[in-house]
């Protein structure tokens, strides 16, 4: 299971990376791969103010639906189009392929997120 | 604690992800479900479906005891052939939809779901008359399905004697790898197939034997094994009822779109009166199948809406891999509604447009 070096990652898998005021949110190869193969994405709405712990999109694979929460508290500012049509893109490349970028207006927000060695160590607990 | 079944070790070797089902610890997949999916439906796919219960009625009295029970007629069925049947509460909604193996007059056992095995034999036991004993025995068995066009080829390979093989939904005893088997030309996918019952108590059987020996028999025609999450999307498509979804204790035969196995034409049985009412007066809801228009994946429980007002909720749905669609069966309250009719699934609030459809979805692939 990859898990990159350089990001931010949730207790929920997610992962963010952030780039200036730009926070990329996505799911984790850990998470796509236990989620099995992905059919639906629900694209979030540009503009959308989430708190963090909001729903930020929906993941579904064949199995089930599994919310994806705002890791990070901002607003929507770019959506991942690709992900309506090609949502298996996810379960290619979970790292390169974004469900949304947030703002980035709270470093705060990054406090309780984990390393990737802390993140390491949650998925061997799991 | 969870029940798992004698193969659960050599599972979880195979890399096996598992989930909770019917009060069972058992396999959802082992690579990817649309793979197992198409592997079922081009060559083969081997699922333990230990979890089935076994139930055994024996006596003199046992098919007139059965016929009491169950909505089918078990009468005429010769030995060696296997009846589907709901068995209904007296109020026509339904207690389990069960397999019945008739060995013979006096001997016929019982396949029912996992889930429902207690109930079910509860209910059975409540319901004892005349010259007949019941006895639970899916401890005893373990179950696997051989389920693929490629299913024949393989069975003939692991057999210890050429013999012919049961017609679908036919049964017989014999030997494979070693071992005394029942084996079921039936399953749960819309493919030819089998299902094999290895009795444990027989010093011989070995589950593990019988799980490893047919992988490496069909390892040359593909065959691998497939997860609970296969069986799903297979069934789905060919329409198959899931009790607890299509069928359940608030919906009956007759609504779940069951009619051929409801007779009419019986001695008196358990939910016969409210049945024949419904068959007579008109059912008020059906059972549909619905294709996704638009962007969505439909689920059980989410509600149906027409021009504006609920008229029923979607009992199964999901991704239909053979067909690459997202669609579903839902049990409407319009009875009226035609193939190419619009109706909306609110999918988390929002309604999304698909289409009625006639049902399978997939044409099963049966050798009759």
């Not at chain 2, 649309?34 to 055994?56: C, K, N, P, Y």
């Not at chain 2, 007296?90 to 207690?118: M, P, Q, R």
């Amino acid at each position: 299971m990859e898990i990159r070096e350089g990001l931010y990652y949730s207790k929920d898998h997610e992962w963010v990376r952030i780039e200036g005021d730009r926070a990329y949110i996505g799911i984790t190869d850990y998470a796509q791969d236990s989620l099995g193969s992905i059919v639906y994405v629900e694209i979030p709405k540009e503009g959308k103010a989430l708190s963090k712990g909001e729903v930020l999109s929906v993941v579904e694979s064949v199995k089930a639906a599994s919310d994806i929460f705002a890791p990070i508290s901002g607003t929507v500012v770019e959506i991942n189009q690709a992900l309506a049509d090609n949502p298996e893109l996810i379960n290619e490349s979970p790292y390169e392929n974004y469900i949304a970028i947030m703002s980035f207006e709270n470093a705060d927000d990054l406090s309780d997120l984990l390393s990737p060695t802390q993140y390491e160590e949650l998925t061997k607990g799991e | 604690m969870e029940k798992r079944t004698p193969l659960y070790s050599s599972q979880k070797a195979l890399g096996a992800r598992f989930t909770s089902f019917g009060g069972w610890e058992l396999p959802v997949s082992y690579t990817d479900i649309i793979a197992e999916h198409q592997l079922v439906r081009t060559r083969a796919g081997l699922f333990d479906v230990s979890h089935m219960g076994e139930i055994l009625i024996t006596g003199k009295d046992a098919v007139k005891f059965i016929n009491k029970i169950i909505t089918n007629d078990v009468a005429p069925v010769p030995a060696n052939k296997i009846l589907y049947s709901p068995m209904c509460y007296e109020n026509g909604t339904v207690v389990d939809d069960i397999l019945i193996y008739k060995i013979s007059d006096e001997e016929l056992l019982l396949v029912v779901n996992a889930g429902n095995t207690e109930k079910d034999e509860q209910w059975i036991r409540s319901q004892l008359s005349g010259d007949v004993i019941m006895e639970n025995l899916s401890d005893k068995y373990v179950q696997v399905a051989l389920q693929g066009p490629e299913s024949e080829e393989i069975i003939k390979r692991i057999l210890d004697e050429e013999t012919e093989l049961p017609g679908f939904y036919h049964f017989k005893e014999v030997s494979m790898l070693g071992m005394k088997v029942l084996l079921s030309r039936t399953g749960y996918t819309g493919e030819d197939g089998f299902e094999i019952y290895l009795w444990l108590p027989n010093s011989s059987s070995d589950p593990e034997k019988l799980w490893n020996g047919i992988l490496e028999a069909g390892k040359d025609k593909g065959v691998l094994p497939a997860g609970l999450g296969a069986r799903d999307t297979l069934r789905l498509e060919a329409a198959l009822p899931l009790y607890g979804h299509e069928l359940s204790e608030s919906i009956s035969p007759l609504e779940a779109g069951l009619k051929t196995f409801v007779k009419f034409n019986k001695d008196d049985y358990i939910g016969k009166a409210v049945l024949s009412k419904q068959h007579e007066n008109g059912l008020g809801r059906k059972l549909y199948g619905f294709e996704m228009i638009d962007r969505g994946i439909p689920r059980n429980g989410y509600d149906v809406v027409k021009d504006g007002n609920k008229i029923g909720y979607v009992t199964s749905g999901g991704l239909l891999p053979t067909l690459n669609k997202n669609g579903g069966l839902a049990l409407l309250d319009d009875t009226n509604l035609a193939n190419g009719d619009i109706i909306e699934i609110v999918i988390r609030e929002r309604k999304c447009k698909a289409v009625i459809v006639p049902k399978p979805f997939y044409k099963k692939k049966y050798k009759v």
